[in-house]
């Protein structure tokens, strides 16, 4: 069944020259690409093509789907079958970006008018808000995977659609941590993985700026940390200390409540402590 395209700029059906399988072609070409070396199981085919398996997650300011992209009858390319999510942040009139004022403190672009616009939430304003935030997500989660952070691997942007790696298994994505229920002798390695992520994070200056246990997938006894458009500069930006604090807080909590005892003020000074020695 295909998934809804209510509220999204995205919309298969009409597409001119259909392909032999699937909803529409790859739409690898003319996109920006993530970084190199890339994942064998990324597939670059102008062959490929891609069908929509339905929605994944919804938010208020973007629907993650499910899409599958494969190359029909191939058999040259190293991967000939993947499973993606497809991050598609709502256009102009049905967005509701309500936490961005605070985020995009430090943030600036290059032309005053379009700051203007942004600042008064116009009609142009909106539209511009919108690709900056696919954009930034994108470029972050770029620079993350370089960096070594447990994130997912970004394929590419298009305008609005940003298609990543699916973290999970043969197509089933992987439970969010709040969802999930890991065995009590998993969860000190489980806080050792997300110390370690927070701690590169801050070493380069950056807090997610949203963190919590619904921004963490639980894949195997891997942590994966999703959810970038708002990644803040915690010296840049006034309120970086306090988005750190909470970002600390909200996992912090969720680690004592399953019966592991952590330190949170611990945590939160390691990291200032990192953020600041660039200083």
Request: hydrophobic share 40%; with cysteine.
């Amino acid at each position: 069944m295909h998934a809804s395209q209510e509220n999204t700029e995205f919309s298969f059906d009409s597409l001119p020259d259909a392909p032999p399988e699937g909803e529409r072609w790859s739409s690898w070409d003319g996109a920006t690409h993530g970084p190199k070396p890339r994942p064998d199981w990324v597939i670059t085919a102008l062959r490929a093509v891609e069908a929509d398996l339905g929605v994944l997650k919804t938010g208020k300011e973007a629907d993650v789907h499910v899409v599958r992209r494969w190359v029909p009858d191939g058999t040259s390319e190293p991967a000939l079958d993947s499973h993606l999510a497809a991050k598609r942040y709502r256009t102009g009139e049905h967005r509701m970006f309500h936490r961005d004022a605070g985020y995009q403190e430090g943030r600036r672009v290059r032309r005053s008018r379009e700051m203007r616009a942004m600042a008064r939430r116009t009609e142009f304003g909106r539209e511009l808000l919108s690709g900056q935030w696919a954009a930034a997500e994108f470029a972050a989660l770029g620079t993350l995977w370089e960096l070594g952070l447990p994130v997912p691997y970004p394929v590419q942007l298009s305008d609005r659609e940003m298609l990543m790696e699916l973290v999970g298994t043969d197509g089933v994505a992987a439970p969010r941590l709040a969802q999930a229920r890991p065995a009590p002798d998993l969860l000190a390695e489980l806080f050792e993985q997300l110390r370690r992520a927070m701690v590169l994070l801050a070493r380069q200056g950056w807090t997610h700026g949203d963190l919590s246990p619904y921004n963490v997938l639980l894949d195997g006894e891997r942590l994966v940390i999703i959810d970038w458009p708002q990644i803040v500069d915690i010296i840049g930006n006034p309120r970086g200390f306090e988005f750190l604090e909470r970002d600390v807080g909200n996992m912090c909590r969720w680690f004592v409540t399953r019966g592991l005892p952590v330190d949170e003020g611990e945590l939160l000074g390691d990291l200032v402590a990192e953020a600041t020695s660039r200083w």
